[in-house]
């Protein structure tokens, strides 16, 4: 049972430059998460999808695109990538949204730095 | 901005000893989450309260809900080397963009000295 499983765990690209982390679930759950790690900040949310072809904002989305064709995974793009965006980023996935009260369950996350 | 704030943003204990965290957040909540974060790790999820409950326990954790302060706080109870790691509280209200997710506090980084 893989879980949810991230890749790649670390990505060293340049300014400008288009990247994709992936993301991919095993339990079939509805929901999953695009999340981001700084330090000072915690965790923000990125995007979210409630279904596979559904997909809405978080509290940071800009510089970002999210599709999600298939309900295992949930690819994270940065179209043009800025030193901005340098950080952790983490996916998650629920049966629901924490409104119905259920556990996220996080990846190891993606370590990203952006030279 | 930040939903919940835990506090201390740091606690160094002995092992064997209790650890309390605390995380206090602003606006009305259907429940609150506690989450441990080992290093280089992903979030591993602890505990869930419900707004209309007070206390809940599990194992060695107990953790308690005050709705009329907006605060919780995390008890673990005699302390283990492996529980060293950074703790968020987590509630389901909505910020920022009114988005569905958890909002996050900055987390407590709790170090049990063998």
């Known amino acids: 049972d893989a879980g949810i499983t991230q890749s790649p765990r670390y990505k060293i690209t340049e300014t400008g430059r288009q990247v994709t982390l992936m993301c991919h679930q095993t339990w079939s759950h509805s929901y999953m998460f695009w999340y981001r790690q700084d330090l000072g900040h915690g965790l923000r949310l990125i995007y979210y999808?409630?279904?596979?072809?559904?997909?809405d904002k978080g509290e940071v989305p800009d510089g970002y695109v999210v599709s999600r064709s298939k309900t295992e995974n949930f690819p994270l793009t940065l179209e043009s990538a800025t030193r901005s965006q340098t950080s952790v980023y983490f996916c998650a996935s629920s049966e629901s949204t924490g409104t119905r009260n259920q556990p996220q369950h996080f990846g190891d996350g993606t370590r990203l730095s952006i030279l | 901005s930040q939903q919940g704030e835990e506090d201390p943003q740091a606690l160094s204990i002995q092992e064997g000893e209790n650890a309390t965290m605390n995380c206090s957040y602003k606006?009305?909540?259907?429940?609150l989450q506690w989450y441990r974060q080992n290093s280089g790790r992903g979030l591993v999820h602890l505990i869930l309260?419900?707004?209309?409950?007070r206390e809940k326990h599990s194992g060695r954790l107990r953790v308690t809900l005050d709705t009329s302060k907006k605060s919780s706080s995390l008890l673990i109870t005699a302390s283990r080397a492996a529980d060293t790691a950074s703790y968020f509280c987590a509630t389901d209200a909505r910020s920022g963009g009114g988005a569905d997710g958890l909002t996050f506090g900055k987390g407590t980084h709790l170090i049990i000295q063998p």
């Open positions: 999808s409630a279904a596979a072809d559904i997909t």
């Open positions: 606006t009305s909540i259907n429940n």
């Open positions: 309260i419900r707004s209309n409950e």
